[in-house]
T-cell receptor, first 112, second 112 residues
């Protein structure tokens, strides 16, 4: 089936640092979604991207829909403790398909 | 801000018993979903529901599973005869005509 690979798998950073993570697919996606999940809670939608090349910001978060439509990037600037969690990319398997495939996740940890 | 709500937050049941997980999607949303997440794994699609019928389901969603929108606000997932491997977090999600789905906080189902 569809596989979304995220890298890095985990990140250990200091508060105030910028963070970059990405998500790649072997197939073209028409929508990219970025979610954050805290332990024991549901995924929280951060950013949605709908067009190749699109760059969208949500506060300190910026995400881009790759030109090839096979990748997406999420950047977090000036990280703070509440940024800790697992970040997932997700997208519909096929155009018009309701089923979201989730990526493998990037776990962000902030070192005191 | 409107949000998806789910009850109960934790359900413990014995193998073979029926369980009903309840969700109240965001009020003006038209598309409804159930996903699940086994501990330590990524979120997996179960079923999507639109216009009072299932629009798509995964291979996980077999005859033991059913969904219902009994009134204008609730959306339920029933598992007829639970198995040990059904233990997971179950997330309800909803969305408008466009945009990424918003997830609820989840119900942790433990089958003993």
């Amino acid at each position: 089936g569809q596989q979304l690979n995220q890298s890095p798998q985990s990140m250990f950073i200091q508060e105030g640092e910028d963070v970059s993570m990405n998500c790649t697919s072997s197939s073209i996606f028409n929508t990219w979604l970025w979610y954050k999940q805290d332990p024991g809670e549901g995924p929280v939608l951060l950013i949605a991207l709908y067009k190749a090349g699109e760059l969208t910001s949500n506060g300190r978060l910026t995400a881009q829909f790759g030109i090839t439509r096979k990748d997406s990037f999420l950047n977090i600037s000036a990280s703070i403790p509440s940024d800790v969690g697992i970040y997932f990319c997700a997208g519909p398997v096929n155009f018009g398909n309701e089923k979201l495939t989730f990526g493998t996740g990037t776990r962000l940890t902030i070192i005191p | 801000e409107p949000e998806v709500t789910q009850t109960p937050s934790h359900q413990v049941t014995q193998m073979g018993q029926e369980v009903i997980l309840r969700c109240v999607p965001i009020s003006n949303h038209l598309y409804f979903y159930w996903y699940r997440q086994i501990l330590g794994q990524k979120v997996e699609f179960l079923v999507s529901f639109y216009n009072n019928e299932i629009s798509e389901k995964s291979e996980i969603f077999d005859d033991q599973f059913s969904v219902e929108r009994p009134d204008g606000s609730n959306f339920t997932l029933k598992i007829r005869s639970t198995k040990l491997e059904d233990s997971a977090m179950y997330f309800c999600a909803s969305r408008e005509t466009s945009g990424g789905p918003y997830f609820g906080p989840g119900t942790r189902l433990t089958v003993t």
